[in-house]
């Protein structure tokens, strides 16, 4: 006989849960009666500032993360004085023949204008024609475009123009 009790208390609970929901729901009725902004506190948000707010909702959705970039060149110079002029590359860099392989991984900071960098022994450079010098780095300015502009410029040019540098110690 006793067997039988658990059971029926069972079959009992599940008759009644609906009802018990719905009592619950009505008693919790005058919550759902008022809007959201009159359950709560006045004061507990600071308002909105004027023009509201300048940002996005959520990042950018991208299909896969950007792969890390690197400052390799900072400088408070123009870049049109940073090295020299490469006609002939700039030509092949308009037709997608000498370019960068990943463009701004490796960057390079003039007055704020960023340009991307490929090293002539093959870091991050696209050169099938090998047209590049094993010796020089090359700055791309528009890198991905038609309007593609080389400029190439050596390490001992890289110290100079790099402003942020300390100065070397003098040699004794």
């Known amino acids: 006989m006793s067997g039988n009790r658990p059971k029926s208390a069972l079959r009992l609970l599940r008759r ?3 009802s018990l929901l719905l009592l619950g729901a009505l008693g919790a009725g005058t919550a759902w009666a008022e809007g959201p902004l009159d359950r709560t506190e006045p ?3 600071p308002p909105v500032p004027p023009g509201g ?4 909702l959520s990042p950018p ?8 970039q690197w400052v390799m060149i900072r400088s408070t110079q123009d870049w049109r004085h940073a090295g020299t002029f490469e006609k002939e590359l700039s030509k092949a860099c308009a037709s997608r023949q000498f370019r960068e392989q990943m463009p701004l991984r490796y960057r390079a900071i003039f007055k704020g204008e960023v340009l991307g960098v490929a090293f002539g022994h ?9 047209q590049a010098n094993r010796r020089l780095i090359y700055l791309f300015r528009n890198g991905d475009s038609t309007g593609c502009t080389i400029v190439s410029i050596t390490n001992e040019d ?13 040699k004794r």
Do not use: C, S
């Open 122 to 130: 093959g870091l991050n450079l696209h050169d099938p024609k090998k």
């Open 16 to 18: 009644a849960a609906p």
């Open 53 to 56: 707010y300048d940002l996005p």
């Open 43 to 45: 004061g507990h948000m």
């Open 158 to 170: 890289v110290r100079v123009l790099n402003d942020a540098q300390p100065a070397a110690a003098p």
């Open 61 to 68: 959705v991208v299909q896969f993360p950007l792969p890390p």
